[in-house]
């Protein structure tokens, strides 16, 4: 039965209520536990006195805990995840802030909401609200630059619909109850170079964690299908927010730099778990949200797609059912959809691309326009007209066909239409020994290098320490072999991901990190405290 915002509202009182007396108990064992040890004579479990002692100092204790921690619980936050307002002289930040506005105006100024940009490289966006009646919304830098404006549009109103149907509230005082001190302790272990003081700050991460794991079940995975049908409700496009979750299930979500302690904030858990991603009594229990697959599904349906009907589709393309004459709806790049379209009006549009969406005349269900095997022949015309003639390799990304070309002196297989480049791993050495020599590295590319080498060297580092390998996620098919790529780090020293096939002997870079890569490596941009870092990860692990 779905849920009133009276029923959500009552809910979120006792949910806030039980926060508390766990948080009473937590300190009622500890006062217990203290002073059995130390005064085991004076005082004993029978003793009423200890008792009534021990249950005052536990609701002195818990009280002024609570409120110092969900009172000011967002300017903590911004202040832990270092998140600052949006830059008015930047294109897309003031973007950002013209589309808070428009919630503001929507929703008729019920609740005034702070927006903030967290400068991080990862993809993820959050929402906060805490007893002082302040509320935020924040999103990555890494994420808002990949984003179209209506894709942000779904993300906000989505984050939007938690403050305003109050279930934020609940999420952030059981975040702020441990949750930010032991995002602050695992920052302060992973920048330590003390090893004395990187294991107690990892064993008190450790329990404060597992204390906000605790509040976990009281947090309802049904909260993200309510706040996604909210965020169509608002958008009218369904599709705009099953695009981002996708791009979110495929890119880092933020773990390392995002607390664990803050997972039930996020659209999607900044760390990528097996348990997420399954459904059932366990996960429900313990998960705080809901598999993205199942998410991508329900707003796929109510853009009328099915992962069964896109099968059907595909296997009647490829039996010749389609006909050739037939005309086209498509959406543009502003999210709307345009048509119907010829043939050769299709053919003319400029910004047609292999990744857009396409409905047949006479169908129903949106696809991607390159599983369309006439729509494909499009770009295929368009790679004939302006480069060499393809080489039998396809894009793993948009399944367009690879060019091949010249780059410092050797044999590259680029993507016209998503800039990746697919190079054989025997001949990257050659490529790094010649950078500079007719290309030196452009200041863009040095200065996306440094960022990204910052951001995944903590992240490196964590997924060494808690060994967290998240194998549930969709991965990119080889151009050869068409088996599924493994992706991870160039190298222990050189923090740029990339996808390799061992059985074929080839990696493949997206749009920049080969540049990326190279610049890395002719600059020697590694931190000065990288050696100090991995040695104690590695210390921590054999402990």
């Avoid at 002073?35 to 085991?40: E, H």
């Avoid at 997420?276 to 998960?287: A, I, M, N, R, V």
């Avoid at 059912?321 to 999210?335: H, I, L």
Wanted: proline share 6%.
């Amino acid at each position: 039965m779905p849920l009133t915002f009276i029923d959500i509202e009552r809910q979120k009182n006792w949910r806030i209520a039980m926060f508390f007396v766990v948080l009473l108990l937590v300190y009622l064992g500890v006062l217990a536990a203290f002073g059995l040890a130390i005064f085991p004579v004076t005082f004993g479990t029978t003793t009423p006195r200890f008792w009534v002692v021990a249950g005052l100092l536990a609701l002195l204790g818990a009280g002024i805990h609570f409120w110092f921690a969900a009172y000011d619980a967002v300017n903590s936050m911004l202040h832990s995840l270092d998140a600052r307002p949006p830059d008015p002289d930047d294109e897309i930040h003031r973007m950002f802030s013209n589309i808070i506005q428009e919630v503001h105006v929507v929703t008729g100024n019920k609740r005034a909401i702070q927006c903030a940009v967290i400068p991080s490289l990862s993809l993820n966006a959050l929402a906060a609200e805490d007893l002082k009646g302040n509320s935020l919304i924040a999103i990555t830098e890494g994420l808002l630059s990949r984003l179209t404006r209506p894709q942000i549009e779904a993300v906000v109103c989505h984050e939007a619909h938690h403050i305003l149907s109050g279930d934020c509230l609940e999420t952030t005082v059981a975040a702020s109850l441990f949750g930010t001190l032991s995002s602050a302790m695992e920052k302060l272990r992973y920048s330590s170079e003390n090893r004395v003081f990187s294991l107690p700050a990892f064993i008190l991460a450790w329990i404060l964690l597992q204390l906000g794991y605790l509040l976990n079940l009281f947090i309802s995975r049904e909260r993200e299908y309510r706040a996604d049908a909210a965020s169509v409700r608002m958008t009218r496009n369904p599709l705009a927010l099953a695009e981002t979750l996708h791009l979110l299930s495929r890119g880092w979500r933020g773990a390392g730099f995002i607390g664990s302690g803050f997972e039930m904030l996020c659209i999607v858990n900044p760390q990528a778990t097996a348990l997420d991603e399954t459904e059932g009594f366990l996960p429900d229990l313990l998960s705080t949200h809901p598999p993205l697959k199942k998410r991508m599904e329900v707003l796929l349906a109510m853009a009328r797609v099915s992962v069964a009907e896109l099968d059907r589709m595909k296997a009647q393309r490829n039996s010749g059912e389609q006909a050739a004459g037939q005309n086209y709806f498509v959406m543009s790049p502003k999210q709307d959809w345009q048509g119907p379209f010829t043939f050769q009006e299709l053919a003319a549009l400029p910004w047609l691309s292999p990744l857009s969406w396409i409905v047949p005349g006479g169908g129903r269900n949106p696809d991607r326009a390159w599983k369309d095997p006439i729509v494909s022949t499009i770009f295929l015309q368009r790679l004939n007209g302006t480069e060499p003639a393809p080489n039998g390799l396809t894009c793993p990304t948009c399944n367009q066909p690879l060019v091949t070309r010249t780059y410092e002196g050797t044999r590259i297989y680029p993507c016209s239409f998503c800039a990746g480049t697919l190079v054989e791993t025997d001949k990257i050495p050659r490529i790094i020994a010649r950078t500079g020599r007719d290309r030196p590295c452009t200041e863009r590319v040095n200065a996306l290098a440094r960022a990204v080498l910052k951001e995944n060297q903590s992240r490196m580092i964590y997924q060494k320490i808690s060994d967290n390998n998240a194998g549930t996620l969709p991965r990119l098919p080889c151009p050869k072999c068409k088996n599924p790529l493994s992706r991870g780090f160039y190298s222990q020293a050189h923090l740029i991901e990339v996808d390799r096939c061992s059985y074929c002997g080839l990696t493949w870079f997206d749009k920049d990190e080969l540049e990326m890569l190279q610049c890395m490596i002719e600059n020697r941009l590694l931190p000065d405290t990288a050696d100090a870092a991995m040695s104690g990860a590695r210390t921590e692990m054999n402990a």
